[in-house]
Every structure is written in structure tokens, then in C-alpha cells.
């Protein structure tokens, strides 16, 4: 699928990804549905990144708002986590972007789509980012739904280098309507997030999606 047809065509649905646990998945025919996986309520294991006390990432660091590209390897969020990994999944043969897996360290992880073709440092188009929401509250998509404003900085860090960006905006749509723009690869560089949101309405099955956008900002 060429990048300006996914511009005009993608839209999210059933994380960008779902989980039977709850996650968004993005795809290009505006259906959702859920996707086999392991039992959410069994005991989680630890988690992938460690979070963050209160307050903690709010102190403006060090790093860059422009750099050469890189894949991203790790995500610093406000009073979520500093160090959170990033997986790089393909995507599966309907073109929906890869999920994190669906274990207990999953959960705790992001998932970048590296067939977007954007990276962080790219002068346009978004860099997609997705995790998963669980219904017991525990995964990193509950923690961002909770913590994750406008204003708030991400530091994406990869290769030796590192990105600050600034959340500009926070969009929450229903799952059957999706949100083209989400799949932009033209236009001003970004972050854009999504995780499962809304009412939990059955396995893998979630009312809503939330999507963060962000700029290149200290």
C-alpha cells in the first residue's frame, strides 16, 4: 500500500492495535476485531521499564529536537516509565501494524511500526507508536491513559541518539470511526500514539481508541 493511499484510507480499529487483552490495532479497511492471546488475568510478571515517582520526568533534560534519523529502542514518559522498550513487530499480511506480544512482559512495552517509514528525526510524517490496555488496569496502555497529557514531554532515544517532543494533542475516537490522520506521512514531524480506551465491551473488543499527538519540542 503506497503512503499516500494509507493517508487517505487507514483508520484504527481493533494496540495502533488489539489485544485480546485489549490493544489497538490499525488496519486499512475501517473493521475491528479481536486477536488471540494469553489470559489478562493471570499473575503479570515484572514489568520491561521502571516507573517513574511523580513529577520525576517533568525536569527539562538534555537532548535534542532535531537529529539525524533512528529507530527508536526505548521511550522516557512522564511518571509512566524512563527506558520503556520498544519492539519492532511487522506487520501481519492484512497490513495492520505489529502488536507488542501478548505476555506479561508485553504489556509493559511499546510497538513501533517500522512499514510507517517515518523515524524519529525524519523532517515529516508521524512516527507510530502503539501499546496494549488491559482490563485489570496493569498494562502500559492504562498507565498512559491515566498520566499522559497535553504538555507532557516523550524522549524517544535509539542508536546513540535522542528526541524531545511535546504531547500537542490528545484525540479520543470511537473504534468504528477511526482516525485517518493518524497514518500521515506528510506534513509536520510527530509522535502519534494509540492504545485501547472506552468501555471494554468483550476479548480484545474496546468501545474506543485514545491517540497522543507530539512535536519535536524541548
Keep these: 500500500m503506497s503512503s499516500s493511499k494509507a493517508w487517505w484510507v487507514l483508520s484504527i480499529v481493533a494496540a495502533v492495535v488489539v489485544v485480546a487483552t485489549g490493544v489497538v490495532l490499525l488496519r486499512d479497511d475501517g473493521r475491528s476485531g479481536p486477536r488471540a492471546g494469553e489470559d489478562p488475568r493471570q499473575t503479570p510478571a515484572s514489568a520491561a521499564s521502571t516507573p517513574a515517582a511523580p513529577g520525576t520526568l517533568r525536569a527539562r533534560p538534555v537532548c535534542a529536537t532535531s537529529a539525524k534519523a533512528f529507530t527508536p529502542d526505548r521511550v522516557d514518559v512522564p511518571d509512566v516509565g524512563r527506558g520503556i522498550d520498544v519492539v519492532t513487530p511487522p506487520r501481519d499480511a492484512a497490513g495492520i501494524p505489529g502488536v507488542p506480544p501478548l505476555t506479561s512482559s508485553g504489556k509493559s512495552v511499546f510497538a513501533y511500526d517500522r512499514e510507517q517509514g517515518v523515524r524519529p528525526g525524519d523532517r515529516r510524517g508521524n512516527v507510530l507508536l502503539n501499546a496494549h490496555t488491559w482490563p ?83
Design 136 to 218: 485489570d488496569g496493569s498494562a502500559l496502555g492504562n498507565r498512559l491513559l491515566s498520566q499522559l497529557q497535553r504538555g507532557d514531554r516523550l524522549v524517544l532515544h535509539g542508536e546513540g541518539r535522542s528526541l524531545c517532543y511535546r504531547v500537542t494533542e490528545r484525540v479520543e475516537v470511537l473504534a468504528a470511526d477511526g482516525l485517518r490522520r493518524y497514518y500521515a506521512t506528510r506534513g509536520r514531524p510527530q509522535v502519534a500514539i494509540v492504545v485501547c480506551s472506552g468501555r471494554r465491551l468483550g476479548p480484545g473488543v474496546w468501545e474506543r481508541r485514545t491517540i497522543w499527538f507530539a512535536s519535536p519540542r524541548a
